[in-house]
């Protein structure tokens, strides 16, 4: 008697376990039903929740990359394919004159004189489909780009769409309004997901045992690579792919390889076919909105606080600094006004990001009121492993450098405050250039130049045989540099360069080849 006590004990906690993990009812599935209320159902065993993809195709996408799909004529994107020019795609307009995919250019531009053609961009195609993979980020976290698709895998959201019908709608009607007729198919596996939306066919199966009868009628060549293997496939009389499935194995990998029976076998789901998820950037975007407005900048600083504060919470979650931020502000007259803030390192505390964020707006001045402040963040660094000393209190002499240069350049602005580095020209002139703050140089030969270059050498005047500089004597030192360059442009100098000294300063001169005269080109 104890022991059936236990069991039904045993049965009771296992159901309380796993009622909750029931799953939801699938496009094909039948509805689960419900035990009579005061029944006690028997106990169950916990339900694997299968794994479900959804692909998607885009029959469009060289035109939609290039921007190309709201043309009122004939248009289409062509690829060079060794020697001649392939039609990769065309729009609707240009289909109707039977261009199609795969023809020649010419044979196109024959059937339609007055065709538009633009060059294939593959990395436009790139950034289209990852902006669309990140607008897929909004139904699940599994987000795929294989090839010219993009794989989802929704498994674990049907529940929170209200089911696999009602998310496969959003998918759909949400890529539509980004894309022209794209073709969108769920299967039990990725490979055979992928396979349906290559060939045009929109699915939506549940269960593996169903997966045979969706692609059966598919063309064989669909999952075979190379030229070499299609034409065995039309000796071998196969033209489906369920002629493929009835073929024994041993046979199939000996004469075809052994990829095409794993490819058959991950479509059925009888092996493994991961997919690497992509991992979207950690875009940061926080507003704060002014109902009667505020009249001055001073103001906006309680809530310049509150969103920093939000924007460090989000680096310290996502383990990455910001490299750059953007304030942006609209008043009621509806004109808008950017403010970028500097950073010279990533950053993400928020107290030294106010504080740049001050210096920043000291150079804004608006008279209407403002009503709109947003804050966005999308250039990110990785959070670098520290190997600081647990006790050091003071900062390092290179952080005291880049604060000063980010206080400089956020209350100055970025170009007022530039750095100077080194051309190889042995003109001085045309020997130095702007760079960003902070880059290291080298100098050439190891060559002394001083750090202050007039624009214009200034004269030296000569008396007695000495080189006066105003009521100062120059002193010349012995070693002497001779630069004779520039012929190529018709700015060519000759002259011999020293090194001077007077009882205040250290001088830069030369002496002119060509006239004699002497003059004073900077100061060390």
Same mark, same amino acid.
């Given at each position: 008697?104890?022991?059936?006590?236990?069991?039904?004990?045993?049965?009771?906690?296992? $159901?309380?376990?796993?009622?909750?993990?029931?799953?939801?009812?699938?496009?094909?599935?039948?509805?689960?039903?419900?035990?009579? @209320?005061?029944?006690?159902?028997?106990?169950?065993?916990?339900?694997?929740?299968?794994?479900?993809?959804?692909?998607?195709?885009?029959? *469009?996408?060289?035109?939609?990359?290039?921007?190309?799909?709201?043309?009122?004529?004939?248009?289409?994107?062509?690829?060079?394919?060794?020697?001649?020019? =392939? =039609?990769?795609?065309?729009?609707?307009?240009?289909?109707?004159?039977?261009?199609?995919?795969?023809?020649?250019?010419?044979?196109?531009?024959?059937?339609?004189?007055?065709?538009?053609?633009?060059?294939?961009?593959?990395?436009?195609?790139?950034?289209?489909?990852?902006?669309?993979?990140?607008?897929?980020? &909004?139904?699940?976290?599994?987000?795929?780009?294989?090839? /010219?698709?993009?794989?989802?895998?929704?498994?674990?959201?049907?529940?929170?769409?209200?089911?696999?019908?009602?998310?496969?709608?959003?998918?759909?009607?949400?890529?539509?309004?980004?894309?022209?007729?794209?073709?969108?198919?769920?299967?039990?596996?990725?490979?055979?997901?992928?396979?349906?939306?290559?060939?045009?066919?929109?699915?939506?199966?549940?269960?593996?045992?169903?997966?045979?009868?969706?692609?059966?009628?598919?063309?064989?060549?669909?999952?075979?690579?190379?030229?070499?293997?299609?034409?065995?496939?039309?000796?071998?009389?196969?033209?489906?792919?369920? /002629?493929?499935?009835?073929?024994?194995?041993?046979?199939?990998?000996?004469?075809?390889?052994?990829?095409?029976?794993?490819?058959?076998?991950?479509?059925?789901?009888?092996?493994?076919?991961?997919?690497?998820?992509?991992?979207?950037?950690?875009?940061?975007?926080?507003?704060?909105?002014?109902?009667?407005?505020?009249?001055?900048?001073?103001?906006?600083?309680?809530?310049?606080?509150?969103?920093?504060?939000?924007?460090?919470?989000?680096? =310290? +979650?996502?383990?990455?600094?910001?490299?750059?931020?953007?304030?942006?502000?609209?008043?009621?007259?509806?004109?808008?006004?950017?403010?970028?803030? %500097?950073?010279?390192?990533?950053? &993400?505390?928020?107290?030294?990001?106010?504080?740049?964020?001050?210096?920043?707006?000291?150079?804004?001045?608006?008279?209407?009121?403002?009503?709109?402040?947003?804050?966005?963040?999308?250039?990110?660094?990785?959070?670098? @492993?520290?190997?600081?000393?647990?006790?050091?209190?003071?900062?390092?002499?290179?952080?005291?450098?880049?604060?000063?240069?980010?206080?400089?350049?956020?209350?100055?602005? &970025?170009?007022?405050?530039?750095?100077?580095?080194?051309?190889?020209? $042995?003109?001085?002139?045309?020997?130095?250039?702007?760079?960003?703050?902070?880059?290291?140089?080298?100098?050439?030969?190891?060559? +002394?130049?001083?750090?202050?270059?007039? /624009?214009?050498?200034? @004269?030296?005047?000569?008396?007695?045989?000495?080189?006066?500089?105003?009521?100062?004597?120059?002193?010349?030192?012995?070693?002497?540099?001779?630069?004779?360059?520039?012929?190529?442009?018709?700015? @060519?100098?000759?002259?011999? %360069?020293?090194?001077?000294?007077?009882?205040?300063?250290?001088?830069?001169? *030369? &002496?002119?080849?060509?006239?004699? =005269?002497?003059?004073?080109?900077?100061?060390?």
């Amino acid at each position: 008697m104890r022991q059936e006590r236990l069991s039904i004990v045993g049965q009771l906690h296992q $159901h309380a376990k796993y009622r909750t993990a029931l799953p939801v009812p699938v496009c094909d599935n039948p509805d689960f039903t419900r035990s009579p @209320s005061g029944t006690l159902p028997k106990a169950r065993h916990p339900v694997v929740q299968q794994p479900l993809w959804v692909a998607v195709s885009f029959p *469009f996408l060289p035109l939609e990359a290039l921007g190309k799909t709201t043309q009122q004529q004939p248009t289409a994107v062509y690829a060079q394919r060794g020697q001649i020019h =392939i =039609i990769i795609t065309s729009n609707p307009l240009a289909q109707k004159s039977g261009i199609r995919s795969g023809m020649t250019l010419t044979a196109a531009q024959v059937l339609n004189p007055a065709l538009q053609i633009v060059p294939q961009d593959v990395s436009a195609e790139t950034d289209w489909l990852a902006r669309l993979a990140l607008l897929a980020g &909004r139904w699940t976290p599994v987000v795929s780009i294989v090839g /010219d698709n993009l794989l989802l895998e929704i498994s674990g959201s049907t529940r929170l769409f209200g089911g696999v019908n009602q998310l496969l709608g959003k998918i759909r009607s949400g890529l539509a309004f980004e894309a022209q007729s794209p073709c969108v198919s769920a299967m039990p596996t990725a490979a055979s997901a992928l396979l349906c939306v290559r060939n045009g066919k929109s699915l939506c199966i549940a269960t593996k045992e169903r997966i045979h009868a969706a692609i059966r009628d598919l063309p064989a060549s669909a999952v075979v690579a190379g030229a070499k293997k299609e034409r065995a496939l039309k000796q071998y009389g196969i033209s489906t792919v369920g /002629d493929l499935l009835r073929l024994p194995r041993d046979g199939l990998a000996r004469r075809l390889g052994p990829d095409l029976v794993h490819q058959l076998d991950k479509l059925l789901g009888k092996q493994a076919d991961p997919q690497a998820a992509i991992t979207p950037p950690p875009v940061f975007q926080q507003a704060s909105v002014f109902d009667p407005g505020i009249a001055n900048t001073e103001q906006l600083m309680p809530f310049m606080e509150i969103l920093l504060g939000k924007l460090q919470a989000h680096l =310290i +979650q996502h383990h990455v600094l910001a490299e750059q931020l953007e304030w942006h502000l609209l008043n009621d007259s509806n004109s808008s006004a950017r403010i970028p803030v %500097y950073l010279t390192h990533p950053r &993400r505390n928020a107290l030294d990001l106010m504080k740049l964020c001050r210096l920043a707006f000291e150079r804004f001045q608006t008279r209407d009121l403002i009503t709109h402040l947003s804050l966005k963040v999308n250039r990110f660094a990785p959070l670098p @492993s520290s190997s600081e000393d647990l006790f050091s209190i003071l900062p390092r002499t290179a952080d005291r450098e880049a604060s000063l240069v980010e206080r400089l350049q956020n209350r100055l602005g &970025r170009q007022a405050v530039q750095g100077i580095g080194m051309q190889p020209d $042995h003109r001085p002139e045309k020997a130095w250039s702007r760079c960003a703050v902070g880059k290291a140089v080298a100098l050439p030969h190891g060559a +002394q130049r001083p750090l202050w270059l007039f /624009d214009t050498p200034r @004269s030296v005047q000569m008396s007695n045989g000495q080189l006066l500089l105003g009521s100062q004597s120059l002193l010349l030192q012995r070693p002497r540099e001779r630069i004779c360059s520039g012929w190529w442009d018709s700015q @060519s100098i000759r002259r011999d %360069y020293y090194h001077a000294k007077t009882a205040a300063l250290r001088a830069w001169v *030369f &002496r002119d080849l060509d006239s004699g =005269i002497w003059r004073l080109h900077g100061i060390f």
